[in-house]
């Protein structure tokens, strides 16, 4: 059976979790606003972010955040809409997963 947690926690633990990230390209890590979750492998795919936090469900999203990779909403588009193949290639050489480890369990203070 899987966790469910309370919006208020879910949200505090998203922001948490954003705040400990930064792009995995360039390495921006200014504001967490401008990072994206971008799936290494679109096939992948179960559901987008934020919808899987709207369920509240822990561990899919967990699940899910493991599938991606960060990247600022700069290097983001470059991997979805940039013409220039050297830049795509660039940018998705330095795709990693995110690393989950530290939020196995939710925090509630």
């Known amino acids: 059976m899987s966790k469910k947690i309370l919006s208020t926690q879910r949200?505090?633990?998203?922001?948490?979790?954003k705040d400990s990230l930064k792009c995995c390209s360039c390495s921006y890590d200014y504001d967490t606003s401008a990072l994206e979750f971008h799936h290494i492998i679109p096939a992948n795919k179960l559901e987008d972010?934020?919808?899987?936090?709207?369920?509240?469900?822990?561990?899919?999203?967990?699940?899910e955040f493991s599938k991606c990779a960060v990247l600022c909403s700069n290097c983001h588009n470059i991997?979805?809409?940039?013409?220039?193949?050297?830049?795509?290639?660039?940018?998705?050489?330095?795709l990693?997963?995110?690393d989950t480890s530290y939020f196995k369990e939710p925090c509630f203070y």
């Open 11 to 17: 949200n505090r633990i998203y922001r948490l979790f």
């Open 49 to 63: 972010i934020p919808k899987l936090i709207a369920t509240g469900d822990y561990n899919s999203i967990l699940e």
């Open 79 to 94: 991997i979805h809409n940039s013409m220039d193949i050297e830049n795509v290639t660039d940018v998705a050489k330095s």
């Open 96 to 98: 990693t997963s995110v």
